[in-house]
């Protein structure tokens, strides 16, 4: 399990590394659904399998998007990847300050921030995130209309930032 | 932009603000917050020119930071104390990174620089918006959290420094203006540990002043300097006014404006803290000095030009006036009703 946990940390980390070093952009959107993935992956190890199984839907159909119109708008001959100079640069660069924040925080931050949720199993009758679901629907309702709510103001956002043709500017041409 | 929609943005934006205001919970002021940004968006960009696009797209990815900074610095609170409050973000590394999101929210400087740059890319209401309702939500934030003492003395100085090196060579209005608010933040921000009821009083009067200002240059169709100089012709009354309503927001006595400036120093020294209170008294000069080159072009001098062609036609104003008449009335001669107010709100 801990080297499970390992590899997904490291693939997180590496995804991150993929967006943040400025590679053409479907690398950078790649490397995203790496991160979602790793993430979730992360979650599951943690003990919130519920979560991690809607995090992934929800991010693998925002992703999806994001990826066909990104490799839509961008797509070019030449792609910049980890073997250019340019994006390899930033890329170790990263690296040697993840490996720096590594060694700073080695003692606090290494095992004991990998305990799982289920940890604490034995003391409740739900695993954590279930009850944080039946939480959200019982007592924590009004937050759930306000977030209905959010998602339709963003809605409402989107559609007005893009609307029309000759008047949106979101758009290369 | 269709009425409907506009309302449901303009709902939003309340909602936003109001949200931040009752939440005692991070995470509900994280929301309110997010709500806030999501909804002036659109109203940013509604002119559809490639420069307000450009704002509100800096913009969005300055506060989609800043937001993920407060939202990740409540969760690593909550995993290492077990709280959620907005008061009790007693961990020292959370409780920085909050304060640097939260700085990063309101422009204070050294995390300023995308104020100056989005303000001047949006048109005067949406700017009014900007500098005064969008302030209040971190402010609140601000309000109620332990603050970490020299981080916050430290920026609250850079940014009254900047405020006004920043603004001393531009010739656009927004931008002045932008950076008298990085001034004004500084300061509120100055007194914000020792007395949080004058950082209130202080937010307040800056509102009323860049509310009468701002309405002023709408009213005026001015945007820089240039066309400020040829606008005197347009309203006597408001050319009469402007260079007071400038001087009050730099500081001068009678003004309003003093009053803020004046209990923020006495708070200062009271608190032992007399070299501050000198740095800080001296960088509003330099703040000062654009105020006046503004009011200079305004209303001390003749613009040098041939009269007959330049003139801008008198008209009288479409526009509805209440709230400059009301605002620039606020901002010229509340000073006498300072200890009142002092009184009520501490």
């Not at chain 1, 993929?18 to 659904?33: E, H, I, T």
């Not at chain 2, 500084?186 to 009067?205: D, E, K, N, R, Y």
């Not at chain 2, 305004?298 to 009269?307: E, G, I, V």
Request: glycine share 8%.
């Amino acid at each position: 399990m801990t080297y499970l946990m390992f590899l997904l940390l490291m693939g997180l980390i590496f995804g991150l590394i993929a967006v943040a070093s400025n590679p053409s952009p479907y690398f950078a959107a790649l490397g995203l659904v790496v991160v979602a993935g790793m993430g979730c992956g992360v979650m599951v190890s943690f003990g919130g399998p519920f979560l991690s199984l809607v995090l992934f839907l929800i991010y693998l159909g925002g992703m999806l998007v994001v990826f066909a119109y990104s490799a839509a708008l961008a797509a070019e001959p030449y792609p910049e990847s980890w073997g250019n100079w340019s994006v390899a640069v930033y890329g170790a660069l990263y690296l040697m300050g993840v490996i720096l924040v590594l060694f700073y925080f080695y003692g606090g931050w290494y095992e004991s921030s990998w305990v799982p949720v289920d940890e604490l199993s034995g003391l409740s009758m739900f695993r954590g995130d279930m009850s944080g679901v039946a939480l959200m629907y019982s007592s924590g309702g009004w937050v759930l209309v306000i977030s209905a709510w959010v998602l339709l103001l963003t809605l409402f956002v989107v559609l007005e930032l893009t609307r029309g043709l000759s008047r949106g500017t979101l758009r290369v041409v | 932009m269709n009425p409907y929609i506009m309302s449901i943005f303009l709902l939003g934006l309340g909602l936003g603000t109001t949200i931040t205001f009752m939440s005692s919970h991070w995470l509900l002021a994280w929301m309110g917050l997010e709500i806030n940004t999501l909804a002036i968006i659109p109203l940013m960009a509604q002119h559809h020119h490639p420069r307000s696009v450009e704002a509100s797209t800096k913009y969005f990815l300055t506060q989609a930071t800043a937001a993920a900074m407060i939202l990740f610095a409540s969760s690593t609170n909550a995993w290492i104390t077990g709280q959620w409050d907005i008061n009790e973000l007693s961990h020292p590394m959370s409780s920085t990174i909050m304060m640097l999101g939260l700085a990063l929210k309101i422009g204070l400087a050294p995390l300023h620089t995308w104020l100056p740059e989005v303000l001047q890319g949006l048109d005067l209401t949406t700017g009014l918006i900007m500098s005064t309702w969008q302030k209040l939500a971190p402010f609140s934030l601000l309000m109620q959290m332990n603050l970490n003492n020299s981080v916050m003395i430290t920026m609250a100085i850079m940014s009254t420094m900047i405020g006004g090196w920043g603004g001393l060579n531009q010739t656009q209005l927004r931008k002045i203006l932008a950076y008298s608010s990085i001034a004004h933040i500084g300061w509120m921000i100055l007194v914000l540990q020792f007395s949080p009821s004058l950082t209130l009083i202080t937010l307040m009067i800056y509102i009323f002043m860049t509310l009468s200002i701002f309405c002023l240059f709408k009213m005026n169709k001015t945007t820089s300097i240039n066309s400020l100089a040829m606008s005197w012709s347009k309203s006597p009354t408001i050319t009469a006014l402007s260079p007071l309503i400038l001087l009050s927001l730099g500081g001068l006595p009678p003004l309003t404006g003093f009053g803020p400036k004046w209990m923020i120093l006495s708070e200062l020294t009271k608190q032992d803290l007399n070299m501050i209170a000198t740095i800080t008294a001296l960088s509003a000069l330099l703040s000062l000095y654009f105020y006046l080159r503004l009011s200079y072009a305004m209303t001390l001098t003749l613009s040098p030009n041939t009269t007959p062609i330049t003139n801008q036609w008198r008209f009288n104003t479409k526009q509805p006036t209440i709230h400059l008449s009301i605002s620039t009335m606020l901002s010229l001669m509340l000073l006498p009703l300072l200890p009142g107010i002092m009184t009520i709100i501490n």
